[in-house]
């Protein structure tokens, strides 16, 4: 396989932590770096020898030796980057959500497709090696008919109002911030495990932080702040910190989910359980290397994570023998190492979700913020393709 050579627009949490997932892929070299700030910019590249940084990211799409890009940037940033990246021919792998609108959404999944580029959109929560197992366990019939999907994804980090971060503020994160930044990650995760698709739903969102103390400074992604009057400015905050989403899925199943960034204690749990007509299974982030599994007529069990024990399928997710754990950082190489792959390879139907997968996780959640405006039930449009 060739040097692959990238470029990372983005220089804060996310910027880093692909960055870092980057360097540990075969054959691909981080040869560039985008960041609003120079001086930040400058910083991350010198730690890690990169040798172009720049605050122009049209200076990198112009460079042809560049053959991809990783957009880790604010919310709103996202369509115009990958917009542009597409239009300079580089591939693009794009943190979620895809957009902050559907109809942004649609104009880059035709680009792509106009342009025949690989694309991602980074949800990579999926690439646990337990919740890989649990697709296999749904795939080999090991579930039977799937009847209850329910869940959580609860943070802390927003609980209080002097908690703040870009996120909170519509212009850079869009109109939703709770249900856009950690509920689509449930909801890819549920509709990739089950095999089945949300078709109507019915959602309350909630803000209980109706003003922020937004800090003069910039502040890290989940950082702790301790301000005083002096240091921040009052700020109104229109985006949620919590919504609930009962749902339908395919033609019998039902579910809930809540999403919260207000959950005293909880640092980043994404909780799912699925409930069969012959066993069930649920997964906890928080263990990520356990996987509970439910029986009516038999002793329930814990199954932690060992690649030998694994269904063959999901085998390939886990790179660590028994008792060595894989967590958050491992699953992002696991996408770029599908991505890149695809690169080099001219058919195969691609192992990571695509731009039509951001575009599927915008319909739900435009039918969420509708059903939250109207208070009522909201029909879900049905995918562009089966995952």
Request: hydrophobic share 35%; aromatic share 8%.
């Amino acid at each position: 396989m060739k040097q692959i050579k990238t470029a990372i627009f983005g220089t804060g949490f996310m910027g880093r932590v692909h960055l870092e997932a980057v360097r540990r892929v075969e054959s691909v070299e981080a040869a560039a770096i985008w960041g609003r700030s120079a001086d930040a910019a400058r910083r991350l590249g010198t730690g890690f020898s990169v040798p172009t940084v720049t605050t122009d990211y049209r200076e990198i799409l112009r460079d042809p030796a560049v053959d991809a890009v990783h957009i880790c940037t604010p919310n709103a940033q996202h369509f115009p980057m990958a917009k542009d990246a597409l239009n300079a021919g580089k591939h693009v792998l794009c943190e979620k959500p895809l957009a902050t609108s559907l109809e942004e959404g649609e104009e880059l999944v035709a680009l792509a497709a106009k342009q025949g580029l690989r694309n991602c959109v980074c949800h990579n929560l999926r690439y646990y090696p337990m919740v890989q197992q649990m697709r296999s366990m749904r795939e080999a019939g090991d579930l039977g008919d799937i009847l209850v999907v329910q869940g959580t994804y609860s943070q802390d980090w927003l609980l209080y109002d002097t908690d703040w971060n870009w996120r909170v503020e519509t212009k850079a994160g869009g109109p939703s911030r709770c249900m856009a930044d950690i509920g689509s990650h449930w909801f890819d995760m549920a509709e990739h495990v089950t095999g089945l698709r949300v078709q109507s739903l019915c959602a309350d969102l909630q803000t209980f932080h109706p003003t922020r103390k937004q800090p003069k400074h910039s502040v890290e992604t989940f950082a702790n702040k301790l301000l005083g009057p002096e240091d921040y400015i009052e700020t109104p905050v229109d985006t949620e910190d919590f919504g609930a989403v009962i749902f339908r899925m395919g033609t019998r199943a039902r579910g809930c989910v809540t999403a919260s960034q207000v959950s005293a204690g909880r640092k980043n749990r994404l909780s799912i359980e699925i409930y069969g007509t012959r066993s069930s299974v649920a997964w906890d982030q928080e263990r990520p290397d356990e996987l509970w599994s439910g029986h009516r007529d038999d002793g329930n069990q814990i199954f932690i994570k060992d690649p030998s024990l694994l269904k063959p399928a999901a085998r390939g997710f886990a790179d660590l023998p028994g008792g060595h754990s894989e967590g958050y950082d491992d699953t992002f190489k696991q996408v770029f190492r599908r991505f890149y792959a695809s690169i080099g390879a001219s058919s195969g139907t691609p192992e990571y979700p695509q731009f039509t997968d951001g575009l599927r996780q915008l319909r739900i959640l435009d039918a969420e913020m509708r059903s939250h405006r109207t208070r009522g039930w909201v029909d879900v449009p049905a995918p562009e393709r089966i995952k």
